[in-house]
């Protein structure tokens, strides 16, 4: 009869959970396991934060959530082409994928 040893070994890294577990938005691919509705509606009972749909018509990505905050800086036609040049080449249609957005807005005012 063999004498077995066994040893285990548990590693973990932890982090705070911070809400909203979102930062400023996500990108949904078409054939992401959950949609934009089951995702607001988790939204809006883990934050006050205001968030909003746009809508994608396109083969890979079919939504996006973002803060209502950022909406009102640019408009959802630039959030659109921005998505789809930038991150729709690097996801599938089965990802979510976080977006930290940095939307700058200068204001330059001449008085005649």
Do not use: C, W, Y
Request: aromatic share 2%; hydrophobic share 45%; no cysteine.
């Amino acid at each position: 009869m063999q004498n077995l040893i066994r040893r285990h070994t548990l590693r973990a890294s932890l982090s705070e959970f911070i809400l909203p577990p979102i930062d400023d938005g996500l990108v949904l691919g078409r054939l992401s396991p959950i949609g934009h509705v089951a995702i607001g509606k988790a939204l809006s009972l883990l934050t006050t934060t205001a968030f909003e749909h746009v809508l994608v018509e396109d083969e890979i990505i079919g939504d996006i959530l973002v803060r209502s905050a950022i909406m009102r800086k640019i408009s959802p036609e630039q959030l659109v082409q921005f998505v789809l040049t930038h991150v729709k080449p690097i996801m599938g249609p089965e990802e979510i994928i976080h977006l930290d957005l940095v939307v700058e807005v200068s204001v330059e005012e001449r008085q005649r």
